[in-house]
C-alpha cells in the first residue's frame, strides 16, 4: 500500500511540474509571426480589384482570345512550398519571389493573361533611390501553369 501511495504522490507530482513547466514556456503553443509587410484586407483587395476592371479590363478583353481575359492564376500551397524550396536550393542567396504578367498563346492568338513568378537575389549595383535592391535570377526556374479563375473574367472574390 506505501508503494502504491508512492507511486501516485510522485506521478500526481510529476504532473503538476509538466503543467507548469508547459504553461510558463509556452510548450505546445504555436508560434507567433508577424504579419508580412504589404498584407491587405479584403476590403483593400476589392478595391484594387475594382481599379484593374474600371481602368485595365477592356484593354485587356479587346486583345484575348476568346473576348475575354483571364483575372487570376491559382497556385497550390504545395506546389509553392515545393518551388521555394527548388529555388532556395539551388541558390541560398535568395531574397524573395518576383511576380510577371505574361500572355500564354497555347490556346490562340492573343492568349490570356498568366503570372509567374521567378526568384530574386540581391543586386550588387544597389544604389538607393537609383535602381531596385533586387535582380531577377537569370539562373532560376520560373514557376508558372498555374490555375486561372473560373470563369476567366471573374474577378475578386472568385
Not at 31 to 53: C, H, V, Y
Not at 79 to 101: A, C, H, M, P, Q
Not at 113 to 140: Q, S, W
Request: aromatic share 8%; charged share 20%; proline share 8%.
Amino acid at each position: 500500500m506505501k508503494i502504491l501511495i508512492g507511486l501516485v504522490l510522485g506521478l500526481l507530482i510529476g504532473i503538476l511540474i509538466m503543467y507548469f513547466y508547459c504553461c510558463k514556456n509556452n510548450v505546445g503553443a504555436l508560434p507567433t509571426q508577424d504579419p508580412p509587410r504589404g498584407l491587405i484586407s479584403t476590403t483593400e483587395a476589392k478595391a484594387l480589384n475594382d481599379n484593374w476592371t474600371d481602368y485595365r479590363k477592356h484593354v485587356n478583353d479587346s486583345v484575348a482570345f476568346g473576348g475575354v481575359d483571364n483575372r487570376s492564376s491559382w497556385y497550390s500551397i504545395e506546389d509553392i512550398k515545393s518551388y521555394l524550396s527548388i529555388v532556395e536550393g539551388e541558390n541560398n542567396n535568395i531574397t524573395g519571389i518576383r511576380f510577371y504578367l505574361g500572355v500564354d498563346d497555347s490556346l490562340g492568338k492573343g492568349g490570356k493573361t498568366t503570372i509567374f513568378m521567378v526568384p530574386t537575389v540581391p543586386n550588387p549595383d544597389y544604389k538607393p533611390g537609383e535602381n531596385d535592391p533586387n535582380n531577377d535570377d537569370p539562373l532560376a526556374k520560373g514557376l508558372d501553369r498555374a490555375g486561372g479563375g473560373m470563369p476567366p473574367g471573374q474577378g475578386y472574390p472568385n
